[in-house]
């Protein structure tokens, strides 16, 4: 049964600083790896998409990795800014299957 | 593209009614769309995968008998909340994917429901 670990729960930074935020995963037979943002009470945004064949995906500034074999992968957010409080979320979409399995979330805030 | 909708966007009601919530893939057509539940403060719960024109899938631990699913056409599914109880408050989200290939790939999420029940 995969399960997906985001470490940490909660990171507070001041603006400008550049951050990583953690997924882990339990078994590296996966599809695909999704980062998602969340801002309270809304749905989900879709941030990157990673392939399993995939090594990093970039977007702005935003670039995600991915380690199949350690079964990890990381977003790297460049020159944080108060607009990307949020939650960030990891969903592992494993082979075979058409579900995502969710992270428990990184509450994000960058203060002023 | 890609953009799926919900509906309501927030629905309050008592205990003992049902509720019914629409998710609507608006310029793609949706052979899987997917049903999550969130907890405050918790993460997304898959509930169901649904498939056009077959029952829903149901994951171990949700009612089939209260949480009705009907994927009618390739571009709605709905999600019936029967007989709802105070512990049925949550936030419900649907997804959808792009067949491609007969894989699938990246899920797009509707803007979820918030339901309260009194």
């Known amino acids: 049964k995969q399960e997906v670990t985001q470490i940490p729960a909660a990171l507070s930074v001041p603006e400008g600083e550049n951050l990583v935020l953690n997924c882990s995963f339990t078994?590296?037979?996966?599809?695909?790896l999704q980062w998602f943002r969340q801002d309270p009470g809304k749905g989900l945004t879709s941030l990157l998409l990673i392939q399993s064949s995939q090594r990093e995906q970039t977007s702005g500034r935003l670039n995600a990795s991915l380690d199949k074999s350690s079964g990890r992968s990381t977003l790297y957010i460049a020159a944080s800014q108060p607009g990307d409080s949020a939650t960030y979320l990891c969903?592992?979409?494993?082979?075979?299957?058409?579900?995502?399995?969710f992270g428990q979330g990184t509450r994000l805030t960058i203060n002023p | 593209g890609a953009v799926v909708s919900q509906h309501p966007s927030r629905v309050i009601c008592k205990s003992g009614t049902s509720v019914k919530i629409e998710c609507r893939s608006l310029?793609?057509?949706?052979?899987?769309m997917f049903w999550y539940r969130q907890f405050p403060k918790q993460s997304l719960m898959l509930m169901a995968t649904s498939n056009e024109g077959s029952k829903a899938t149901y994951e171990q631990g949700v009612e089939k008998d209260k949480f009705l699913i009907n994927h009618a056409s390739l571009t709605l599914s709905t999600l019936t909340v029967t007989s709802a109880h105070p512990e049925d408050s949550s936030f419900y989200i649907c997804?959808?994917?792009?067949?491609?290939?007969?894989?699938?790939?990246?899920?797009?999420f509707g803007p979820g429901t918030r339901l309260t029940v009194l």
């Open positions: 310029d793609f057509q949706a052979t899987t």
């Open positions: 997804s959808a994917t792009l067949p491609a290939g007969g894989t699938y790939n990246e899920q797009f």
């Open positions: 969903a592992v979409r494993t082979q075979g299957a058409q579900k995502l399995v």
């Open positions: 078994d590296s037979a996966i599809y695909n």
